[in-house]
């Protein structure tokens, strides 16, 4: 089992920045890729990133490619999910998800989800 917990939404103004946390518990951490998704209003679950257990590999959506990175602690079981140039159409709530193995994009691939942190990005 994991537990996750994401932190640090907010309201910004467009060009601004915000770092996602996701505290992880739980003993298999380690050994899960993290995600994060995003669900805008009226609007399905989308892929944002993933990074794989050891952070050597990652991926991102064409949408937030040059100006999200994610990363990881494993020491602090947190993943981070860093926000730069954000622009209006980034406003969704944003997921911290956990799977078994890196590589899929698809939400029914994750087992593990956070309840969401809210980013408002006003133009």
């Known amino acids: 089992q994991v537990q996750l917990v994401e932190s640090g939404g907010g309201l910004v103004q467009a060009g601004g920045s915000l770092r996602l946390s996701c505290a992880a518990s739980?003993?298999?951490?380690?050994?899960?890729?993290m995600a994060w998704f995003r669900q805008a209003p009226g609007k399905e679950r989308e892929f944002v990133a993933a990074v794989s257990w050891s952070g050597g590999s990652t991926s991102y959506a064409d949408s937030v490619k040059g100006r999200f990175t994610i990363s990881r602690d494993n020491a602090k079981d947190t993943v981070y999910l860093q926000m730069n140039s954000l622009k209006p159409e980034d406003t969704a709530v944003y997921y911290c998800a956990a799977a078994g193995a890196y590589g899929s994009r698809r939400i029914y691939d994750y087992d593990y989800w956070g309840q969401g942190t809210q980013v408002t990005v006003s133009s």
């Open positions: 739980g003993r298999t951490f380690r050994r899960n890729a």
